[in-house]
């Protein structure tokens, strides 16, 4: 059995969720059950579905995990691109926070491209 503890996208995405959490601290309190609730679900995903995936059998289940954490990358780089068309992501913050999806998004696509080549 997998451990996605041992997974280093798994280990940078649970840092991405930290991150979240702290700038979307920093949000409009109107956005408590808007944006900020849909940002950190969609942060929260990435590594959840990892780990899930890390569970199931086979390589193809897993790889229909990777593909939902990548959606949830993506959807997250959308709500961020959102609040910060808004003004609510500081630009030091947002650089920060792009480059480390970026990383995740990157991570994500190479353990998928490495288990479609094993199956």
Known sequence: MRNFRNYNVWVGSMDLVKIVYQITSEFP???KFGLISQVRRSAISIPSNIAEGT???SER???RFLEISIGSAFELETQLLVAEGLGYLKKENSNMI???LGIVQKQLN???VKILHNI
């Open 55 to 57: 569970s199931r059998r």
């Open 29 to 31: 309190p109107s956005e």
């Open 98 to 100: 792009f480059n480390h």
């Open 110 to 112: 190479s353990l998928q």
């Open 61 to 63: 289940e897993f790889l």
